[in-house]
């Protein structure tokens, strides 16, 4: 696949042909978002995620009591039991209150306990008079029903409160949560065309020209970029990310312009133009509720929409409730760009310009070294990069006389490709999130439920309309699972669960879990100690681990700096962390600059046989044939490779030994 990623076109670049490192079955990740994550998710049922309480008998010293029990005992209360819950009526009644089958027959396992101890004394009297009754035949056993909805309710405490969770998990509406933007009539403008056309160019001339406006970009770095150019351009212009606030002045005197991450948008700002970019991200699986939040929420007099034409019908319709119209304006594409539709044959066709697009990082090491032996010195750029050292590798790519003029980057860097792909394929529905406040209310409703069981009960009990799916919460899953035994106050536990960490990486993680416990006694999470975690200083990567490890440490000072913008005063040292910060992505850099280097020692690394390697022994001691394939077999793991590929490989070393 030839294309020109969205980011490097903004400094200027025009670049011939981009190819994809691996064409058979591409692994799409969200561009900016760190975690990578399963692509089908299924709300659980809510029978699944609620636990039963459990109820305790209290003794009762009720006189006559002996009289009412008389010949009950537990075989007599078992029989009149089963009798009742073969009754079609009383299942007929459970359903209605919200019973199903199986969490009947969860509810009627702890009331036949209930109903059955040992002492039968400390059943509740009433129940105790009604059981002796029916098994007398004087009064029939669906009679137990209220007693059998009662108890149901206190094992399952969500069944009392479910109407009020049906109510307020209810996100099929959300054109009513911004009162700011429905008492405007907005004009929407939907610049649509394909990658590199000027769409953002034409949305920025718009936002330059207001008196007041919001630019909403997809990256921190597509942020910083419109925050410098407009500075430049004499418009005092802020920035906010979701780790920086920058003033063109100071905090006492906002700018008129603010460029911003797109989450950040603050839907009760009022202005006169909001641009969101890259509006098709709308659809994206992690992030694609700051999108439709923005298009909703954005309380302005014009909306400039910059994006892939697949979002137009979607926009439309997500616009139509609300009686907002949409301007489109098709723009053609500015430069001659190819795209490839198959991996590169060649190694030796790559030309200046080209980008080499793969989908993961192990991909573009692979390609790079490849380009390297074919005399080609490429710039490299993957996600977990710093945005400094992104920015400077794509410096050098632009430089003309710079040496490195190809480059290698996952596809992490440019969001228009997974939606080039998906253009095909028009988008059905947008991502959605609930908010603070209906969670806040949920756990007033159910005390007793942890946070982690709580947004389970949530993603299985809200309703969301056809045009919409939800996402974060599943994101907030996999970090309040991580501190679901930290205690901390709901507000607190819900925004570190918002944070954008990855947590596939055990190291960060671990970090995350340590930060929360700090805060959760109070102790200020200061530089020092958060500098003692990190093998600090920092030393120069000399192979790819030691790069990685600069990375994630780069990510956990993210981290700090993302929190320390929600919780200033328990995290103190945002300015001594961004210094570090800086420091590392310098050391980044430098790794990235070496990165050949790195790469050799790695090739080096991997070819010395390691006598704690278990699969290096097997690959020593198997026949020349096996021995072929399995390193191969590595390979294609460590490259990422496709089977195509693979294949390939196998066909140019045949060629070589012929
Ligand atoms: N009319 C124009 N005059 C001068 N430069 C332009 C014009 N239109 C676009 N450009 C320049 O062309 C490049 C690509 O434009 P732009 O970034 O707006 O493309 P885009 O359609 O938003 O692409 P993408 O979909 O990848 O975001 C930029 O460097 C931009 O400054
Ligand atoms: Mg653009």
Same mark, same amino acid.
């Given at each position: 696949m030839r294309r020109v990623p969205g980011m490097f076109r903004t400094f200027g670049v025009f670049t011939q042909k981009c190819f994809s490192?691996?064409?058979?079955n591409p692994r799409f990740?969200?561009?900016?978002?760190?975690r990578k994550r399963n692509s089908v998710r299924k709300a659980s049922a809510i029978e699944d995620i609620v636990e039963p309480r459990k109820i305790q008998h209290v003794t009762q010293a009720t006189a006559g009591m002996e009289e009412w029990i008389g010949s009950l005992d537990s075989t007599s209360i078992n029989m009149l039991l089963d009798e009742f819950m073969r009754r079609p009526m009383v299942r007929q009644l459970a359903k209605e209150n919200g019973i199903n089958d199986k969490l009947f027959m969860r509810a009627f396992k702890s009331f036949r306990e209930y109903c059955t101890p040992?002492?039968?004394?400390?059943?509740d009297a009433a129940l105790l008079i009604l059981l002796s009754d029916i098994s007398k035949g004087d009064?029939?056993? $669906? %009679? *137990?029903y209220p007693f059998f909805l009662d108890h149901s309710k206190q094992v399952f405490p969500h069944l009392e409160a479910m109407d009020d969770l049906r109510i307020i998990s209810?996100?099929?509406?959300?054109?009513?949560?911004?009162p700011e933007a429905r008492s405007i009539t907005r004009k929407i403008f939907f610049h649509a065309?394909?990658?590199?056309?000027g769409k953002t160019y034409h949305a920025l001339k718009r936002f330059g020209e207001a008196k007041s406006a919001v630019f909403c970009g997809p990256l921190k770095l597509l942020a910083a970029e419109v925050f410098n150019r407009t500075n430049e351009l004499g418009i005092p212009c802020d920035l906010v990310t979701g780790e920086e606030r920058r003033f063109a002045k100071d905090n006492h005197h906002p700018s008129q312009h603010l460029s911003s991450?797109? $989450? %950040? *948008?603050?839907?009760?700002m009022r202005v006169e133009v909001v641009v969101i970019d890259e509006?098709?991200?709308?659809?994206?699986?992690?992030?694609g509720w700051a999108w439709t939040r923005a298009l909703l929420g954005?309380?302005?007099d014009e909306i400039h929409l910059c994006g892939e034409p697949a979002a137009i019908d979607i926009v439309k319709k997500l616009l139509e409730p609300i009686g907002e119209t949409v301007e489109v304006r098709y723009y053609e594409r500015k430069s001659p760009l190819a795209i490839g539709d198959?991996?590169?044959?060649?190694?030796?066709?790559i030309e200046p310009g080209d980008c080499i697009v793969c989908f993961s990082k192990r991909a573009v090491f692979f390609n790079s070294k490849k380009l390297e032996e074919n005399g080609i010195k490429p710039a490299v750029i993957y996600g977990d990069l710093p945005p400094g050292t992104k920015l400077a590798q794509a410096a050098k790519f632009n430089?003309?006389?710079?040496?490195?003029?190809v480059l290698v980057a996952t596809d992490a860097i440019g969001m228009g490709l997974n939606l080039n792909i998906k253009r095909v394929d028009p988008i059905m529905n947008v991502g959605i999130a609930p908010t603070y406040d209906q969670i806040e209310t949920f756990s007033f409703h159910l005390p007793q439920a942890s946070f982690v069981r709580l947004l389970d009960l949530f993603v299985s009990v809200c309703s969301v309309s056809d045009h919409f799916f939800i996402c974060t919460v599943y994101d907030m899953r996999e970090l309040a699972v991580l501190i679901d035994q930290v205690p901390l106050p709901l507000k607190v536990r819900y925004t570190f669960c918002t944070?954008?960490?990855?947590?596939?990486d055990k190291r960060t993680a671990a970090v995350f879990v340590k930060m929360a416990r700090r805060f959760s006694t109070g102790q200020a999470l200061t530089y020092d100690w958060l500098i003692d975690?990190?093998?600090?200083?920092p030393k120069p990567a000399t192979n790819l681990n030691e790069l990685a490890l600069l990375e994630q440490n780069y990510e956990i000072l993210d981290q700090y700096m993302w929190l320390s913008m929600r919780f200033p005063d328990m995290l103190p040292d945002e300015p001594r962390v961004r210094e570090a910060s800086k420091l590392l992505d310098k050391m980044i850099q430098e790794g990235v600059e070496s990165f050949m280097s790195l790469i050799s020692v790695a090739q080096s690394e991997s070819k010395e046989p390691r006598a704690s390697n278990s699969q290096s022994e097997k690959v020593s001691k198997s026949s020349e044939k096996t021995k072929k394939s399995s390193i191969l077999e590595a390979l294609l793991k460590r490259a990422d490779i496709s089977e195509e590929d693979l294949e390939q490989l196998r066909d140019e070393l045949n060629k070589k030994k012929t």
């Open positions: 490192g691996s064409s058979a990740q969200s561009m900016n978002s760190r040992k002492d039968l004394s400390s059943v009064k029939d056993c $669906e %009679m *137990l209810d996100l099929t509406r959300p054109h009513n949560w911004y065309g394909p990658t590199n056309s991450t797109v $989450e %950040m *948008l603050s839907t009760q509006i098709q991200m709308l659809r994206d699986e992690q992030r954005a309380a302005a198959k991996a590169i044959e060649s190694y030796s066709n430089d003309p006389d710079d040496e490195c003029n944070s954008p960490l990855n947590t596939d975690m990190l093998e600090w200083p």
